[in-house]
């Protein structure tokens, strides 16, 4: 099966480097993850937000990780549900999209997703709590259910 969905957009959320590490809960890798996002998702607030990766395991009740500080905040301490590891819910935090209806859609979801990122922007960084574009996530449920 070829794929050639879009996968990424020309904002910020996209363009911006991350790093990979190893969260010690699950042994699966995550993302580096902006202050501002950490910041954004916390309910109780921390003396620094430096350092945080994001763990999208849907096993792994980490949401961030910082492992040379050894904190690991759980999805008891964010502030909102994480689609992504509940394996329903909100995928696309800028646009209301959810896990649900990108698996009726599909492909659809996706595109009105690009073109309302073209016209409108996108917010990644302080919506989605990966603090990152949602369209990757978007192409592996898509796959996901084409498989
Ligand atoms: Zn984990």
């Given at each position: 099966m070829m794929f050639n969905l879009?996968?990424?957009?020309?904002?910020s959320c996209c363009s911006s480097k991350v790093k990979e590490d190893i969260?010690?809960?699950?042994?699966q890798k995550g993302h580096s993850v902006k202050e501002i996002t950490v910041k954004q998702f916390l309910k109780r607030p921390l003396s620094q937000y430096k350092g945080f990766y994001f763990c999208k395991?849907?096993?792994?009740?980490?949401?961030y990780f910082n492992n040379e500080k050894y904190i690991y905040l759980k999805k008891e301490d964010i502030?909102?549900?994480v689609g992504i590891k509940e394996g329903s819910?909100?995928?696309?935090y800028c646009f209301g999209y959810t896990i649900e209806q990108t698996k009726e859609h599909g492909e659809k979801v996706l595109d009105e997703i690009n073109k309302k990122i073209k016209s409108l922007g996108c917010e990644c960084e302080i919506k989605n709590p990966s603090g990152r574009c949602c369209l990757s996530d978007i192409r592996e449920v898509i796959k996901s259910e084409v498989i």
């Open positions: 879009k996968v990424s957009c020309s904002d969260c010690k809960v699950c042994g395991n849907p096993d792994c009740d980490v949401v502030n909102t549900k819910g909100l995928i696309c």
